[in-house]
Structure formats: structure tokens, C-alpha cells
């Protein structure tokens, strides 16, 4: 085998050691490590992304002197279950490289497509077709699953898929109304090869095709008279390279094929400085439990972040359409599966929105009425994994506020009925089609630097206060911030009845009413994980048993499941690093926040869903010293 060249050092280098990762980047950290590393002929590339550099580094950077740029590569030698991680310095070595046995990426795309070809070539799946009726396997719809782990023979040291299946009567149909239920296909997905075709019984086809485009629902409603949002002067933020500002914040924007969307060192500026607030905040982990028990739908447990990845799926945005405004558009560019570079344009869209009123108040004694519009800085991308679409929604306030908002969209996952049959843990949405009861659960990390990097979380909970010579009228409110010191104490889930939020405080740095500035973490009424602890997925997605964790920053420490959770036995991630109890207190902290939604499907939520929201809001707390949006000039004729 030849060894290819080193391409020529990068240049003109990057404009900062957080700026994306450029096409010129990643064919160079390729180049490296086919001239150092004796690869396989057939190896695959499942993750190319940026080794961002460390907080330590970051500090120490002077003025324009950047540590040399590191890529991370995920490298799939072979068929059987083991990768490399490698993590390569464009200055020209590979620094590390580390084998790991019994690990899988998340599913590759090529070897996807081949799946689907090898399952529709295999007799005893055709055979099983034909039990159903169903002669023209061009009708059929593929959809390779990842399989989880359930000490199935098929996944000894093999990357493996569960195929499943659905009838299209013509290419554009609803690809998930029509269920062919009882057939499952175990595919090794390194070797292209079908290892076996079960048929738990025959289930008729669901009657209806479920469609959903215009030309398939009858008439359009008519009324809607345009509504045109504009900015003549073009909009507030403004952008180099990755690097946005706009009224006193200031961020970076990223994408990273697992996590989507990454947002990092937001800070805010106030009194002539930027004062940071987090380090780094993105979607490290998320799974979707189904709750149906039978053999067809109980093993459903997917982590859409590690199994698939959040940018890997990202979509390229459509103006008009995914964000309406004055939108500014950010590429992402990732690498194919071969090591080419490639660019998703349109992966990040940035607007503004109105948002109705920030503070009013109507004097009544003194005749003025004094109010505030608000408007947010929407940061967003939108990932279709299968079935469901997942939006994210980075919003920024101009009262120093930020919020998370996620909008579940898209298509449930299905189940076919017979005829009369009412499913026990779903829900009937069409006739003769079910839907599983099943949970979405996020983990998002959140590296935290209120003021500075260290930082102490306290929880605080409103009660009543106790009876007694202090509370004469039984009415006094309590509320009782209590400091999380080590891991184990910092495990939590939300309360509503008690208000609980988690503040993030820096008990160095007092604002001007001698009290420690902080941030605090507002849950919204939130689930955790309802499957067994002693389950597959309650051992695998360990990270939503609780909706808080928090731990010392490590750089090693990313993922809240792992960096591999695919067909993972399960413990790795949170559950492991936190039960080291390792101490909390004014420490660089890293907060983890499980927070999603159970979905009780309804006839509403077919054929395709109406967006149902979930999320969490950060809010100063003694950040400043007073409303920080005073300054905000009235609008003309409201005052
Ligand atoms: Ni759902």
C-alpha cells in the first residue's frame, strides 16, 4: 500500500483555536494518520471532529498564539466490534491511539445501506414477505435499529442492527402508517450479513397509508392573510467566523457530529468586560425508552446522540421555512465515512424574534405607563433520526436570560394492531396502528463559569415554614439553598411542588449587594427514567435515573452515557464518574441536566406530530444588581 502524502501545513491557520473545524483540517488529519498508521484497506472514519483544546490551554493562550489545532478520530478497522481513537496535531503527528475491544461507534451510514440490501436479498426474509402477502419487496421499508444489549448471541463482538419493516404502497407514502409487524432481522452490520430472520406471527398490514403532504389531506384552510417579519436595517447580532454578539452577549457556535449543536464561552458584557457565564453548553446524551413489553418493540431503546449523532442528522435549514427573518445561516462541515470532507450548508440558523413584552408597568397615581418589548436571539438546528425530528432552540434574553427549548416533531414510531386489538402500554392513533408509550430523554452538559471557573451548586427549595413563635399566621415561605458537596449528594431530581432550582454560584465574586453571584438552573416538570434500574436501558442511560448531576471538570468526561453507547453492557458515563464522590465544592464544575417528556401518543400526534416542547431555562440570580434591561430605549408611541 502507498503511503499518501502529508498535505502542506494549514493556512491561513484558524482565526481561534474554537472555530470550526475546516474541510483543509480534516483532510490533513486524515493524511496524518494513513502516513503514520498502517490502516486497512476497508477502514472507516465514524467520528472526524475537533479535539477542542483544554480549559488550561484556552487560559493560557496569549494574544493570537493558539496551541496547535488537534482533530479526534473515531477509525473502524474492521468488522468485528473494536475502534481506535486517535487524536491527531495538524502540526503533523498522531499524539494518541488507543484500541478498544468490545466498543462500536455509532451506526455507519454506508454500512446501513448495505444492511437494507443484504435483508431484502435473504430468502427466509423474503419467505416471511410472503407469509404477509407481499410480493413487490421495492414496497418494503428498511429501517435498520440499533439493537441495544440484551446478552443476545448476535452481539458477541460483532456491530449488529435490528432491522424492521414497513409497507409503502408508493415511494411517497407515510413510510411508518403501514407496519409489517412480527418480523425483526438481526444484520451484522460489519460484514453485510443477514444472521437471522425471526417471525413472531403475522399481524395484518394497517389499512390506512396515513399521508400527510398537501396534496393528500384535501383542501388547504383558507384565511391566513401573510405575515411578514422584517428588520429594514438587517439584524442586531453581528458574526466573525463562529463568534457571535449581540446586546452584551457573546458566544461561539459549533457542530459536532454526536452532539449537534454546541454552544461555548457564552458570557455576558457588563461594565466594560465580558463575564463569562459558561464554558461550553451542548446535548451530550440522549435515549428514547419504549414501554410496549412484547419482543417487537421492547429492546426500542434509542440513543439518538451515540447510536446515531445529532449532527450527523442535522439538516440543511431552508429560509422561510425552518426560520423566518433575517437569518444568518452557519455550514457545518464534517467528514464522510471515507475521510472526505464535506459541507452541510445551513446546518445552524441564527435570527431574532419578537417576544411579546419584557417589563410593564401602568402608574396609575402618576398617569405614565412605561413598557419593553422583548426579543430573543434564536440559535438552532434540527436533526431528523429516523422517524422523529428534534429541534433545538438556544434562546438568548435581554434580561440576561437563556433558555434550552427542544421541539419534538416528526413521526411516532409504530405498531401494528389486529383488528379489535387495543394496545395495554400505547396508545391506538389510526386504525389497526398503535403506538408504544415511550419516553425522550436529554442529557445536556452544561460547563459552568459564573464570573470564573470555579463554582459552587446549591440546591434551593421553596417550603412552607414550620409552626411556631416565628410564623404566627402559618404563612411564612421558606426558601433553602443547601450546597451540593460531593457527586453522590449532587445526584437530584426535580420537585415542583417545592420550586426546586439549581443555582450555580461563584462565592468569590459579590455583586453589589454583598451576595454571591450566580446562575440559576430552572428545570421545567421534568420526568426520569421510568424502565427498571436493573433493565438494558435503566443499566445503559444511567444518566436519566436522575434529571442533576454534577461533576469536577475532566476533559475525559463528555458524554453523559459514554463516548460509545452503542450495544454498551451499560454503567458507563455518569453512574461510573460520579460514584467516585469526588468533592464539588467551589470547584470548576460541570453540570449534567436530564430533562425531557413521557408521550402518551394521541390521535392528534398522527400522522405527524404537532410539536410538543421540552426544555429548561438559565437565569441570573444576584448576576446583576437590578433589572438588567432598564437601559432598553421605549418604542416611540408606547410611553
Ligand atoms: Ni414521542
Redesign the pocket.
Known amino acids: 500500500m502507498t503511503q499518501p502524502e502529508v498535505a502542506e501545513p494549514i493556512a491561513p491557520p484558524p482565526a481561534h483555536p474554537l472555530a470550526m473545524l475546516r474541510a483543509d483540517e480534516i483532510e490533513r488529519a486524515v493524511a496524518i494518520v494513513r502516513a503514520e498508521r498502517d490502516l486497512p484497506e476497508g477502514a472507516r472514519f465514524a467520528y472526524i471532529g475537533l479535539d477542542e483544546p483544554r480549559k488550561d490551554e484556552l487560559a493560557a493562550m496569549g494574544d493570537g498564539e493558539f496551541p496547535s489545532r488537534r482533530v479526534r478520530l473515531v477509525i473502524v478497522p474492521g468488522p468485528r466490534a473494536l475502534v481506535i481513537e486517535a487524536v491527531v496535531s495538524l502540526d503533523g503527528t498522531v499524539t494518541s491511539w488507543l484500541e478498544c475491544p468490545e466498543t462500536r461507534p455509532a451506526l455507519l451510514f454506508e454500512e446501513s445501506m448495505h444492511a437494507i440490501v443484504a435483508v431484502k436479498a435473504n430468502p427466509d426474509w423474503q419467505a416471511a414477505m410472503l407469509r404477509r402477502g407481499i410480493t413487490d419487496f421495492d414496497k418494503v421499508q428498511v429501517d435498520p435499529w440499533p439493537s441495544g444489549n440484551f446478552g443476545v448471541e448476535h452481539e458477541d463482538d460483532r456491530r449488529i442492527s435490528r432491522c424492521i419493516f414497513y409497507y409503502r404502497e408508493h415511494k411517497r407514502d407515510n413510510g411508518y402508517a403501514r407496519p409489517i409487524e412480527g418480523v425483526i432481522a438481526f444484520v451484522d452490520h460489519g460484514r453485510a450479513e443477514v444472521l437471522e430472520v425471526v417471525d413472531y406471527g403475522v399481524v395484518p398490514v394497517p389499512p390506512e397509508r396515513g399521508n400527510y403532504a398537501g396534496d393528500s389531506v384535501g383542501p388547504a384552510r383558507t384565511g391566513l392573510k401573510p405575515l411578514a417579519i422584517t428588520q429594514p436595517e438587517g439584524p442586531s447580532f453581528t458574526v466573525d467566523g463562529n463568534l457571535v454578539e449581540w446586546q452584551h452577549w457573546s458566544l461561539r457556535v459549533s457542530m459536532d457530529p454526536y452532539e449537534g449543536l454546541v454552544l461555548h464561552t457564552v458570557g455576558y458584557e457588563d461594565g466594560g468586560r465580558v463575564r463569562p457565564i459558561l464554558h461550553r453548553a451542548a446535548v451530550s446524551e440522549m435515549v428514547?425508552p419504549y414501554g410496549d413489553p412484547g419482543p417487537m418493540h421492547g429492546w426500542k431503546n434509542a440513543f439518538d446522540s451515540g447510536e446515531w449523532g445529532l449532527g450527523r442528522m442535522a439538516n440543511s435549514l431552508t429560509l422561510g421555512c425552518d426560520c423566518v427573518g433575517e437569518i444568518h445561516y452557519f455550514d457545518a462541515t464534517f467528514a464522510t465515512e471515507g475521510g472526505m470532507p464535506f459541507t452541510l450548508e445551513h446546518a445552524i440558523c441564527m435570527h431574532e424574534e419578537d417576544y411579546g413584552i419584557l417589563w410593564k408597568h401602568v402608574d396609575m397615581q402618576g398617569g405614565t405607563t412605561e413598557v419593553r418589548r422583548s426579543r430573543r436571539l434564536v440559535v438552532s438546528s434540527i436533526a431528523t433520526v429516523g422517524n422523529?425530528e428534534y429541534g433545538f432552540y438556544w434562546y438568548f434574553y435581554l434580561d440576561g436570560s437563556m433558555q434550552l427549548e427542544v421541539k419534538?416533531t416528526g413521526i411516532?414510531s409504530t405498531m401494528a394492531l389486529q383488528p379489535g386489538e387495543r394496545p395495554i402500554n400505547g396508545s391506538i392513533i389510526a386504525p389497526q396502528l398503535g403506538a408504544p408509550y415511550?419516553q425522550?430523554l436529554f442529557n445536556v452538559r452544561l460547563d459552568f463559569d459564573v464570573d470564573g471557573s470555579n463554582n459552587t451548586v446549591y440546591e434551593v427549595d421553596a417550603t412552607a415554614g414550620p409552626a411556631g413563635p416565628d410564623n404566627p399566621l402559618g404563612n411564612t415561605i421558606v426558601s433553602t439553598a443547601t450546597p451540593l458537596r460531593t457527586e453522590l449528594e449532587a445526584r437530584r431530581v426535580v420537585d415542583p411542588a417545592r420550586s426546586r432550582t439549581w443555582k450555580i454560584v461563584n462565592p468569590e465574586v459579590r455583586n453589589g449587594l454583598g451576595e454571591p453571584v450566580a446562575y440559576k438552573l430552572v428545570p421545567a416538570s421534568t420526568p426520569t427514567l421510568l424502565a427498571s434500574p436493573e433493565s438494558s436501558v435503566g443499566r445503559r442511560a444511567g444518566f436519566a435515573t436522575r434529571n442533576l448531576w454534577v461533576t469536577p471538570y475532566d476533559r475525559s468526561e463528555w458524554r453523559a452515557a459514554g463516548d460509545h453507547p452503542n450495544q454498551h453492557s451499560g454503567g458507563a458515563g455518569l453512574p461510573t464518574w460520579t460514584a467516585a464522590d469526588r468533592p464539588i465544592v467551589n470547584t470548576d464544575v460541570v453540570v449534567w441536566h436530564t430533562f425531557g417528556?413521557t408521550?402518551i401518543?394521541r390521535p392528534e400526534?398522527w400522522p405527524v406530530?404537532p410539536v410538543?416542547y421540552t426544555g429548561f431555562q438559565l437565569v441570573p440570580v444576584g448576576f446583576f444588581d437590578r433589572n438588567p434591561a432598564l437601559d432598553l430605549p421605549p418604542n416611540d408611541h408606547c410611553s
Open positions: 428514547v422523529y419534538l411516532m415511550h425522550h417528556v408521550h401518543p400526534d406530530m410538543e
